[in-house]
């Protein structure tokens, strides 16, 4: 399929960052798939990193894997969990990871002495990325521009989208800006004029929106729509209210069409408008907002429990386990440094507990402690990455008798390195993109709890590590009851571990998050889940 087969969506951001682009471009595309579309989904970020991989969760929240190993941002998380879509390296491109691409051109001799400049050599790059998506099957392709119109660093990407409206045509490209109307409590009355503001910033560089979606507290009246429509120049009834929702984000897409979204851009695209099916999505929906079964409390004992989006996978992933087993879930983040002290307070009272992944040494001690008194209190536990290399380290440590054990990450010269670098890790200097990243299969042993969770003997699942499980210590942990139960194909990498004598107690090298969606959890949350019901029921 060539891109003027494909039409193009792209979905800008104005007034202040955080609006939630990526959770409404993600909704745009379930509903175009669920009357028949083909969608991909891509997001575009103006900073200068390559990718999100060594950035801190303070700067980014969490960095998201996709199958093919590519570290990306958080918003193609939402696009896998709303579209169902398989994102790739395709689907984030940054400014650093475009000019690189234009340096390493110019270095080369391609542009034949040329002066290289933004326009057009690196808008013709970001035009490349776009229609990258544009591959064979693909009826609408869907851009993210990252940022807020009038941001320095995101001209180039609005100069090229502008661009790509000329080219392609405008029955081939729609323009939906996401803007602000906020409330002011002093005068108690929406203001308009952040938005006209916004949308005027587009109209100079040639951009203008076909819709306009307003973030809103309180529901737009009607002079706010006809203000926002004369101002921003959009029609009337491509002025969509998106009302911050009660609930669950899952309801955003359920609100949008009932604004009719999804039929003004088929009508503007002129595609056939075919039935919409939500059913599912709303049979889903309902669990999750009025569920029938019992209150869990799920502990995530980490070190950025005050950034959710640090765990924004995690989180999502544990209410797809309660909603597919029709539980109430209250999420209790525990930061692990509080823990460090020996007091368990904070854990008593939970139904389930998690160690999710991290790097770096801060925190660990307190881990150690959660991950202990899960095993000594029989509470359903799933470490995850780092989650499980802790739980190697507390059985080393408690059970083996290795009081000295302890990860190479941490403690280098350690006597016992029950967790070691990975040997294809060694001589590896830069930072980028340079873990074990991606999918990567793993066997199930017969009659383990991982292999009845599954149902199947080898399972494919995401990574993202340096450092893994020591197999010289694999016999002496074994014998104090920590077993190894998923191994690469090869037999090397110990990828599962289980305690056969806990009810529900597993850690995992990958990372299940990735791949969960509310539609479809993951087997390993949906059982860690139903596990902390039948504690939470005694």
């Known amino acids: ?88 390296r395709n689907s984030n491109y940054t400014a650093g990871k475009i000019y690189s691409s234009v340096l390493e051109r110019e270095r080369g001799g391609g542009y034949l002495g040329k002066t290289v400049q933004v326009i057009p050599h690196v808008t013709d790059e970001i035009k490349k990325a776009i229609l990258s998506q544009a591959t064979e099957g693909i009826d609408i392709a869907i851009t993210e521009i990252g940022g807020t119109a009038g941001d320095i660093e995101g001209l180039p990407f609005l100069e090229a989208i502008r661009e790509l409206g000329l080219e392609l045509g405008k ?5 939906i800006h996401l803007t ?37 507290e309180k529901p737009l009246m ?18 969509v209210e998106e009302r911050n ?52 409390r799920i502990g995530v004992t980490g070190k950025y429990m005050q950034l959710r989006d640090a765990y924004k996978s995690i989180f999502e992933a544990i209410t797809h386990g309660a909603i597919a087993n029709d539980l109430a879930l209250e999420i209790v983040g525990i930061e692990s440094e509080e823990l460090e002290g020996g007091d368990v307070s904070l854990l008593r009272g939970l139904d389930g507990i998690l160690v999710p992944g991290g790097f770096g040494y801060r925190g660990i001690e307190g881990k150690l402690v959660a991950v202990k008194y899960a095993r000594e209190n029989k509470i359903p536990f799933l470490g995850i990455c780092l989650g499980m290399q802790c739980a190697v380290i507390e059985t080393a440590r408690n059970i083996a008798g290795i009081e000295d054990a302890n990860s190479a990450e941490f403690v280098p010269d350690t006597p ?103 539609l479809k959890p993951n087997p390993l949350f949906r059982a860690f889940l139903e596990a902390a019901g039948r504690k939470a029921l005694g």
């Open 416 to 518: 016992h390195p029950v967790i070691h670098l990975m040997e294809e890790q060694k001589g590896i200097s830069k930072k980028g993109g340079t873990m074990r990243l991606g999918l990567y299969p793993c066997d199930l042993k017969e009659g383990s709890l991982a292999r009845n969770i599954y149902g199947v003997g080898r399972i494919s699942e995401r990574h993202r590590h340096r450092y893994e499980f020591n197999n010289e210590y694999r016999d002496v942990l074994e014998n104090s009851g920590l077993v190894p139960t998923g191994i690469s194909p090869d037999g090397f990498l110990v990828e599962i571990v289980e305690r056969p004598d806990h009810p529900w107690f597993l850690a995992c090298q990958f990372h299940p998050e990735f791949t969960s969606t509310p």
């Open 222 to 239: 009607e002079e706010h729509y006809r203000k926002l429509s004369m101002f921003c120049n959009v029609p009337r009834n491509a002025v």
């Open 1 to 88: 399929m060539s891109e003027n087969s494909c039409k193009f969506i792209f979905v800008t951001g104005g007034v202040v960052s955080s609006l939630g682009k990526g959770i409404t471009a993600a909704s745009i595309a379930l509903l175009l798939r669920q009357r028949g579309y083909t969608t991909s989904l891509q997001k575009l970020d103006p900073y200068l990193n390559v990718d999100p991989g060594t950035m801190s969760p303070y700067q980014h929240g969490e960095v998201f894997v996709t199958d093919d190993g590519t570290e990306t941002d958080l918003d193609l998380g939402h696009y896998e969990r709303f579209a169902g879509v398989s994102c790739n």
């Open 171 to 175: 029955e081939n490209v729609l323009y």
């Open 245 to 296: 929702v009660d609930n669950s984000i899952y309801e955003v897409p359920v609100e949008l069409a009932a604004q009719k979204l999804d039929e003004l851009i088929l009508d503007r695209l002129g595609l056939p408008l075919s039935r919409l099916d939500l059913t599912q999505w709303k049979e889903m929906l309902a669990r999750a907002i009025h569920p029938s079964g019992p209150r869990v």
């Open 180 to 216: 602000l109307v906020p409330y002011l409590a002093a005068s108690r009355e929406l203001k308009t004029k952040p938005s006209q503001q916004s949308a005027s910033i587009l109209r100079s560089i040639g951009i203008i929106p076909d819709i306009l979606v307003c973030r809103t």
